[in-house]
DNA sequence: CATAATCATCGTAATATTACGATTAACAAT
DNA sequence: ATTGTTAATCGTAATATTACGATGATTATG
Protein backbone atom coordinates (compact mmCIF):
# COMPACT_ATOMS: atom_id res chain seq x y z
CA UNK A 1 0.00 0.00 0.00
CA UNK A 2 2.15 2.98 0.90
CA UNK A 3 -1.26 4.66 0.74
CA UNK A 4 -1.73 6.80 4.25
CA UNK A 5 -5.99 6.86 5.37
CA UNK A 6 -7.24 9.71 6.04
CA UNK A 7 -10.91 9.08 5.88
CA UNK A 8 -11.58 8.58 10.10
CA UNK A 9 -9.46 10.82 10.66
CA UNK A 10 -10.17 14.67 11.49
CA UNK A 11 -8.95 17.61 8.52
CA UNK A 12 -7.05 18.79 11.64
CA UNK A 13 -5.54 15.77 12.63
CA UNK A 14 -4.65 15.51 8.53
CA UNK A 15 -3.36 18.74 8.23
CA UNK A 16 -0.95 18.68 11.25
CA UNK A 17 0.46 14.96 10.04
CA UNK A 18 1.03 16.97 6.75
CA UNK A 19 3.03 19.71 7.74
CA UNK A 20 4.96 17.95 10.40
CA UNK A 21 5.86 15.08 7.55
CA UNK A 22 7.00 18.11 5.11
CA UNK A 23 9.27 19.15 8.29
CA UNK A 24 10.52 15.25 8.10
CA UNK A 25 13.44 15.34 6.32
CA UNK A 26 17.17 17.08 7.51
CA UNK A 27 16.98 18.86 4.08
CA UNK A 28 13.73 20.14 4.49
CA UNK A 29 14.70 21.84 8.29
CA UNK A 30 18.41 22.79 7.00
CA UNK A 31 15.94 24.67 3.63
CA UNK A 32 14.19 26.47 6.48
CA UNK A 33 17.06 27.15 8.92
CA UNK A 34 18.82 28.53 5.87
CA UNK A 35 16.00 30.59 4.64
CA UNK A 36 15.83 31.98 7.90
CA UNK A 37 19.34 32.33 8.92
CA UNK A 38 19.12 35.63 6.12
CA UNK A 39 16.89 38.37 6.56
CA UNK A 40 15.22 38.18 3.43
CA UNK A 41 14.66 36.16 0.23
CA UNK A 42 17.27 33.59 -0.66
CA UNK A 43 18.12 33.48 -4.11
CA UNK A 44 19.99 30.95 -6.09
CA UNK A 45 22.94 29.09 -3.79
CA UNK A 46 20.36 27.10 -1.53
CA UNK A 47 22.30 24.19 -3.81
CA UNK A 48 25.50 25.22 -2.60
CA UNK A 49 24.33 24.41 1.12
CA UNK A 50 23.13 21.35 1.09
CA UNK A 51 24.81 17.95 0.29
CA UNK A 52 22.52 17.21 -2.05
CA UNK A 53 22.31 17.26 -5.61
CA UNK A 54 20.74 20.37 -7.54
CA UNK A 55 17.43 18.29 -8.74
CA UNK A 56 16.92 16.43 -5.02
CA UNK A 57 17.27 20.19 -3.91
CA UNK A 58 14.41 20.90 -6.15
CA UNK A 59 12.03 18.42 -5.02
CA UNK A 60 12.64 18.89 -1.52
CA UNK A 61 11.63 22.94 -2.61
CA UNK A 62 8.64 21.90 -4.12
CA UNK A 63 7.74 19.96 -1.35
CA UNK A 64 7.71 22.83 1.58
CA UNK A 65 5.94 24.39 -1.60
CA UNK A 66 3.11 21.99 -1.73
CA UNK A 67 2.68 22.71 2.02
CA UNK A 68 2.26 26.16 1.49
CA UNK A 69 5.83 26.26 4.10
CA UNK A 70 7.88 28.78 1.74
CA UNK A 71 7.13 30.60 -1.90
CA UNK A 72 9.67 31.15 -4.95
CA UNK A 73 9.08 34.65 -6.61
CA UNK A 74 11.01 34.25 -10.08
CA UNK A 75 13.60 36.94 -10.07
CA UNK A 76 15.40 36.94 -13.72
CA UNK A 77 17.17 33.71 -14.48
CA UNK A 78 16.86 32.38 -10.48
CA UNK A 79 14.17 32.04 -7.70
CA UNK A 80 13.88 33.46 -4.79
CA UNK A 81 12.63 31.67 -1.75
CA UNK A 82 11.57 32.52 1.46
CA UNK A 83 9.34 31.51 4.02
CA UNK A 84 5.62 32.40 4.34
CA UNK A 85 5.05 34.23 6.96
CA UNK A 86 1.23 33.47 7.11
CA UNK A 87 1.55 29.41 6.90
CA UNK A 88 3.94 29.51 9.14
CA UNK A 89 2.24 31.31 12.20
CA UNK A 90 -0.57 29.27 11.40
CA UNK A 91 1.41 25.90 11.71
CA UNK A 92 3.29 27.33 14.73
CA UNK A 93 -0.28 27.81 16.19
CA UNK A 94 -1.27 24.62 15.41
CA UNK A 95 2.03 22.83 16.49
CA UNK A 96 1.60 25.07 19.75
CA UNK A 97 -2.16 24.11 20.80
CA UNK A 98 -1.39 20.02 20.24
CA UNK A 99 1.61 20.60 22.87
CA UNK A 100 -0.92 22.49 24.78
CA UNK A 101 -3.58 19.48 24.20
CA UNK A 102 -0.80 16.68 25.12
CA UNK A 103 0.82 18.72 28.23
CA UNK A 104 0.49 17.61 31.58
CA UNK A 105 -1.21 14.56 30.88
CA UNK A 106 1.38 12.08 31.88
CA UNK A 107 1.14 9.44 34.10
CA UNK A 108 3.65 6.31 34.19
CA UNK B 1 16.57 4.89 -3.46
CA UNK B 2 13.87 6.11 -0.54
CA UNK B 3 17.50 6.47 1.58
CA UNK B 4 17.35 9.56 3.74
CA UNK B 5 21.20 11.05 3.62
CA UNK B 6 22.07 12.38 7.21
CA UNK B 7 25.64 13.14 6.53
CA UNK B 8 25.95 16.52 6.12
CA UNK B 9 23.63 17.51 8.56
CA UNK B 10 23.82 18.46 12.10
CA UNK B 11 22.55 15.86 14.53
CA UNK B 12 19.90 18.52 15.77
CA UNK B 13 18.58 18.48 12.34
CA UNK B 14 18.39 14.81 11.69
CA UNK B 15 17.00 14.37 14.94
CA UNK B 16 14.30 17.15 14.61
CA UNK B 17 13.39 15.34 11.06
CA UNK B 18 13.01 12.14 13.42
CA UNK B 19 10.88 13.84 15.62
CA UNK B 20 8.77 15.47 12.76
CA UNK B 21 8.08 12.34 10.66
CA UNK B 22 7.29 10.06 13.76
CA UNK B 23 4.43 12.95 14.03
CA UNK B 24 3.86 12.77 10.18
CA UNK B 25 0.94 10.45 9.86
CA UNK B 26 -2.86 11.40 11.36
CA UNK B 27 -2.89 8.27 13.20
CA UNK B 28 -0.28 8.89 15.33
CA UNK B 29 -1.28 12.14 15.80
CA UNK B 30 -4.83 10.56 17.38
CA UNK B 31 -3.13 8.40 19.18
CA UNK B 32 -1.01 10.83 21.33
CA UNK B 33 -4.67 12.80 21.45
CA UNK B 34 -5.68 9.95 22.47
CA UNK B 35 -3.48 9.07 25.35
CA UNK B 36 -3.45 12.73 26.19
CA UNK B 37 -7.38 13.04 26.57
CA UNK B 38 -7.16 10.06 28.92
CA UNK B 39 -5.41 11.25 32.03
CA UNK B 40 -3.29 8.36 32.85
CA UNK B 41 -2.04 5.37 30.44
CA UNK B 42 -4.63 3.51 28.08
CA UNK B 43 -4.72 0.12 28.16
CA UNK B 44 -6.42 -1.66 25.52
CA UNK B 45 -8.77 0.24 23.80
CA UNK B 46 -6.92 2.07 21.46
CA UNK B 47 -7.14 0.09 18.30
CA UNK B 48 -11.03 0.93 18.51
CA UNK B 49 -10.51 4.86 18.52
CA UNK B 50 -8.53 4.45 15.06
CA UNK B 51 -10.31 3.04 11.81
CA UNK B 52 -7.27 1.11 11.16
CA UNK B 53 -6.71 -2.78 11.89
CA UNK B 54 -5.22 -3.59 15.27
CA UNK B 55 -1.80 -4.76 13.66
CA UNK B 56 -1.54 -1.40 11.96
CA UNK B 57 -1.75 0.43 14.84
CA UNK B 58 0.27 -1.82 16.49
CA UNK B 59 3.00 -0.67 14.03
CA UNK B 60 2.05 2.97 14.57
CA UNK B 61 2.85 2.24 18.27
CA UNK B 62 5.81 0.94 17.87
CA UNK B 63 7.12 4.07 15.90
CA UNK B 64 6.02 5.98 18.51
CA UNK B 65 8.31 4.05 21.22
CA UNK B 66 10.97 3.98 18.38
CA UNK B 67 11.15 7.80 18.50
CA UNK B 68 10.90 7.41 22.64
CA UNK B 69 7.60 9.61 22.56
CA UNK B 70 5.41 6.63 24.14
CA UNK B 71 6.02 3.87 26.10
CA UNK B 72 4.57 1.33 26.92
CA UNK B 73 4.07 -1.08 29.78
CA UNK B 74 2.79 -4.41 30.08
CA UNK B 75 -0.15 -4.65 32.31
CA UNK B 76 -1.61 -8.45 32.96
CA UNK B 77 -2.25 -9.70 29.23
CA UNK B 78 -2.47 -6.55 27.73
CA UNK B 79 -0.41 -2.89 27.91
CA UNK B 80 -0.26 0.16 29.12
CA UNK B 81 0.77 2.97 26.77
CA UNK B 82 1.40 6.55 27.66
CA UNK B 83 3.50 9.48 26.61
CA UNK B 84 6.75 10.15 27.41
CA UNK B 85 7.16 13.06 29.82
CA UNK B 86 10.60 13.90 29.50
CA UNK B 87 10.94 12.92 25.52
CA UNK B 88 7.74 14.80 25.13
CA UNK B 89 9.06 18.08 26.71
CA UNK B 90 12.34 17.76 24.81
CA UNK B 91 10.64 17.67 21.80
CA UNK B 92 8.63 20.60 22.69
CA UNK B 93 11.59 22.45 23.68
CA UNK B 94 13.14 21.82 20.69
CA UNK B 95 10.07 22.54 18.30
CA UNK B 96 9.67 25.86 20.05
CA UNK B 97 13.21 26.65 19.29
CA UNK B 98 12.97 25.99 15.46
CA UNK B 99 9.71 28.51 15.59
CA UNK B 100 12.31 30.79 17.62
CA UNK B 101 14.81 30.43 15.17
CA UNK B 102 12.42 31.19 12.38
CA UNK B 103 10.43 33.77 13.14
CA UNK B 104 10.67 37.11 12.33
CA UNK B 105 13.02 36.62 8.87
CA UNK B 106 10.07 36.78 6.59
CA UNK B 107 10.60 39.40 3.46
CA UNK B 108 7.78 38.48 0.87
C1' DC C 1 -5.10 -27.95 30.72
C1' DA C 2 -8.01 -25.58 27.31
C1' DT C 3 -9.84 -21.29 25.89
C1' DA C 4 -10.18 -16.48 25.25
C1' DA C 5 -8.15 -11.95 25.06
C1' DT C 6 -4.54 -8.77 23.94
C1' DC C 7 -0.84 -7.26 21.47
C1' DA C 8 3.54 -8.03 18.66
C1' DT C 9 5.48 -9.89 14.64
C1' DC C 10 5.67 -11.99 10.01
C1' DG C 11 4.60 -12.11 5.29
C1' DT C 12 2.89 -9.70 1.54
C1' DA C 13 1.36 -6.14 -1.66
C1' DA C 14 0.81 -1.49 -3.21
C1' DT C 15 2.36 2.98 -3.15
C1' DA C 16 5.57 6.76 -1.54
C1' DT C 17 9.95 8.68 -0.80
C1' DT C 18 14.63 9.73 -1.73
C1' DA C 19 18.24 10.50 -4.71
C1' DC C 20 20.75 11.12 -8.96
C1' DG C 21 21.90 12.18 -13.79
C1' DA C 22 20.04 13.94 -17.95
C1' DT C 23 17.11 16.90 -20.17
C1' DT C 24 14.32 20.93 -20.75
C1' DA C 25 12.75 25.77 -20.17
C1' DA C 26 13.55 30.47 -19.33
C1' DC C 27 16.22 34.19 -19.18
C1' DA C 28 20.70 37.09 -19.47
C1' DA C 29 24.68 38.31 -21.65
C1' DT C 30 27.88 38.23 -24.97
C1' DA D 1 21.96 33.86 -32.60
C1' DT D 2 24.84 31.43 -29.48
C1' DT D 3 26.26 30.63 -25.04
C1' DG D 4 25.89 30.22 -20.09
C1' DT D 5 23.22 30.16 -15.81
C1' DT D 6 19.50 28.76 -13.01
C1' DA D 7 16.00 25.85 -11.67
C1' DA D 8 12.19 22.61 -12.81
C1' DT D 9 11.03 18.22 -14.62
C1' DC D 10 11.71 13.48 -16.41
C1' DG D 11 13.30 8.92 -16.05
C1' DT D 12 15.12 5.57 -13.18
C1' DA D 13 16.49 2.76 -9.26
C1' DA D 14 16.62 1.59 -4.49
C1' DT D 15 14.51 1.71 -0.24
C1' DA D 16 10.70 3.09 3.04
C1' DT D 17 6.02 3.38 4.36
C1' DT D 18 1.39 1.94 4.91
C1' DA D 19 -1.90 -1.44 5.45
C1' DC D 20 -3.91 -5.97 6.12
C1' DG D 21 -4.58 -10.85 7.35
C1' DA D 22 -2.46 -14.56 9.56
C1' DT D 23 0.37 -16.32 12.97
C1' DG D 24 2.73 -16.23 17.69
C1' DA D 25 3.53 -15.15 22.32
C1' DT D 26 1.79 -14.02 26.70
C1' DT D 27 -1.35 -13.99 30.33
C1' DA D 28 -5.81 -14.38 32.42
C1' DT D 29 -9.95 -17.21 33.19
C1' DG D 30 -12.78 -21.30 32.94
Redesign the pocket.
Known amino acids: ?5 TEGFTKAQVDMAALA ?1 AL ?2 P ?1 RIAILQFLASRKGCV ?5 NEL ?13 LKNVGLIK ?1 D ?1 E ?6 CIDEKAWSKAQKNITSLFKELAGNMCC
Open positions: MGLTKKGHACGDIVPLSQSTVSQHLKEGIGPSVCY
